[in-house]
């Protein structure tokens, strides 16, 4: 779409999101509305808020029926190594067991771990080095053969395989591999295709992970879908997000790449073995949209039970929504942070004023009510750190008075720091968007307008929502298309600056496919802090690092933050054990929810 038709949608865009946070007030101030009596409410909503940060309807779930997913985005792999969507990680615990989880609890509870595939947490040795565990009995695939530490070490193992298996999270790698000696299982010379040295398993239900160094959060990473068990003989490669073979309750029955999936009961699942998954419902289907509006409409229609997504409704549904089936809507905080990533391999954004100049040009205000309003899209992000991440300082910390006194642009001081990068009278660039996310549109009109007032002239590429890993998440691709303002949003992968940061800001993380750290951020002092906090033990000294980080990044000025954001998530009348966590950024845990009617 060219920008120079946009400008019409962009006022509806900013309209309706004015319109939302206004409903939202009334509905904030209102509180929770247990008995489902707002006006047009579907009949046996459990009302406003019920399941946000606490069960909804526990004792009502039955035990069968069809759970009914929607989406506006397929994942960007359902291969448990590769996914590195949010909602990826929580569906894939249908199908994929850990040696360790989060429990199945609401709010703060749910981020904590918990034994899942192992029989307890690790057994820590060695100053922190040497983790043990030892497997449950009675856990099997979905032909009824015994799951055995050589599946969970060869499952770890295919992290190496970036050359074939890219795009998900390599926490793993480096930690265990930190020299980059192993070359993954499909260039092991050992016969077994087992040869990683620093995972020994002495017999199928024992294994034992030896760490070069200690690191504090090395349990957490464990309990990444990363981590699954994948069994040897069932690996088809490049082509095993199409079919992963199950260990978990669910099995594929059909998958159509952003069209449909389907999971049925895997019989040889044994609840016995799973202290986890209650596995309600018989059948969970997923139907992929194309248009996010449509989708919303499918929702309230009754069409559909929840958003796979997670990201919340867009701002035509959820108006419609507020009005008329308030009952059915849950307003968390994420863990998300929304914001603007600046590549420095596109000019003139490898001059850090000119990158400056962006930050003091845009107006927050505008970007927030794209965004949706103080309640749907979240307070003004002020910094980079979310406020659920221990460090983090929230509004408290604001370099560049984004809440404060330059919330609607310095244009002052936008204009001097264009003429500091040799830029005075402004420069062209590109603004890179997912095209199926209406909301990220508007926040990409919304900055396009503010720094037109500046002389920055911004065109918008909408590309496919759905090929984020080799369109933005390729460097090349991005230097080739001249993208110098990328809007995205990142959630921590577990609670922590490791797990949150790490991927985004250390150099190490700079990929040439599946890259996350969009600003191609090089900053030794950075590297240096991380390198720190992962052998700090202590929270309170862990916790200083991460602030430490946090402010050398905003000093970077590698990044324009938006909102620390909240959602507005539809709850379908039928579901039942609803809640959110903190374990998936404030969204719904999928694992256990069951339906009050098992039609």
Same mark, same amino acid.
């Given at each position: 779409?060219? #920008? ?52 909804? @309807? ?21 291969? #448990? ?94 930690? %265990? ?84 999936? #389907? ?46 997504? @997670? ?25 998300? +942070? ?92 590109? +603004? ?21 007032? +500046? ?16 369109? +933005? ?30 991927? %985004? ?31 700090? %033990? ?62």
């Amino acid at each position: 779409m060219t #920008t120079q038709r946009t400008s019409g949608r962009r006022k509806q865009a900013l309209a309706a999101a004015a319109a939302v946070a206004a409903l939202l007030t009334t509905a904030a101030c209102g509180g929770g509305d247990s008995d489902g009596g707002d006006k047009g409410s579907k009949t046996g909503a459990a009302g406003f808020d019920a399941a946000n940060n606490k069960v909804a @309807q526990a004792s009502l779930v039955k035990k069968g029926g069809t759970l009914r997913f929607g989406g506006a985005q397929d994942a960007d792999s359902w291969d #448990t190594t590769r996914g590195y969507y949010g909602f990826m990680w929580d569906f894939a615990r249908y199908y994929s067991r850990q040696l360790v989880t989060n429990k199945t609890e609401p709010g703060k509870a749910g981020a904590e771990l918990t034994p899942d595939l192992a029989s307890g947490l690790a057994k820590v040795t060695d100053d922190g080095k040497t983790y043990t565990y030892t497997l449950r009995d009675g856990a099997t695939w979905e032909d009824g053969k015994a799951i055995t530490s050589k599946d969970v070490k060869y499952g770890i193992e295919r992290v190496w395989a970036q050359d074939v298996l890219s795009g998900g999270p390599v926490y793993l790698k480096d930690v %265990l591999d930190p020299k980059g000696e192993y070359k993954g299982p499909y260039k092991d010379s050992a016969k077994d295709k087992l040869g990683l040295k620093a995972i020994d398993t002495p017999d199928d239900k024992t294994i034992v992970f030896h760490l070069p160094k200690a690191n504090s959060d090395f349990e957490e990473m464990l309990a990444l879908i990363s981590a699954s068990p994948v069994r040897q003989d069932m690996d088809t490669k490049s082509k095993y997000s199409l079919h992963p073979f199950s260990s978990g309750p669910y099995k594929f029955e059909s998958y159509s790449p952003g069209k449909d999936l #389907t999971l049925v009961r895997n019989d040889k699942w044994s609840q016995a073995s799973d202290p986890i998954r209650k596995a309600y419902p018989d059948k969970i289907t997923v139907q992929f949209y194309s248009d996010a509006n449509q989708l919303d409409q499918r929702l309230i229609n009754g069409d559909l039970d929840l958003d796979i997504n @997670q990201t919340g409704m867009s701002p035509q549904g959820r108006t419609t929504a507020l009005k008329e089936h308030k009952a059915n809507l849950d307003n968390p905080v994420s863990g998300y +942070i929304r914001y603007a990533a600046f590549p420095q391999s596109v000019k003139p954004f490898d001059n850090i004023e000119c990158r400056k100049a962006v930050i003091l040009g845009a107006d927050h205000e505008s970007l927030q009510t794209a965004r949706g309003g103080p309640v749907a899209g979240g307070d003004i992000g002020t910094n980079m750190l979310p406020p659920s991440v221990a460090g983090a300082e929230g509004q408290k910390y604001d370099p560049y008075k984004l809440a404060g006194a330059d919330k609607n642009g310095n244009e002052a001081a936008a204009k001097a720091a264009l003429k500091a990068c040799g830029q005075p009278n402004g420069f062209k660039t590109t +603004i890179a968007v997912r095209n199926n996310k209406p909301v990220e549109v508007a926040t990409a009109q919304s900055l396009q307008a503010s720094l037109k007032k +500046i002389g920055i002239t911004a065109q918008i590429d909408q590309y496919d929502g759905s090929q984020t890993t080799g369109i +933005i998440g390729s460097p090349a691709n991005v230097k080739k298309k001249g993208y110098g303002i990328i809007i995205m949003g990142w959630g921590p992968d577990f609670p922590s600056v490791q797990g949150f940061g790490l991927p %985004l800001w250390n150099s190490k993380y700079i990929l040439d496919s599946g890259n996350s750290n969009y600003s191609l951020i090089k900053d030794k002092a950075i590297d240096g802090l991380f390198d720190d906090y992962v052998t700090t %033990l202590d929270d309170a000294g862990k916790a200083k690092i991460a602030t430490e980080i946090n402010h050398k990044v905003m000093e970077g000025a590698y990044y324009l933050p938006f909102v620390y954001e909240k959602f507005i998530n539809w709850r379908g009348d039928n579901l039942a054990n609803v809640y959110t966590t903190d374990a998936y950024s404030g969204t719904y845990d999928f694992v256990n929810l069951g339906l009050k009617s098992a039609k």
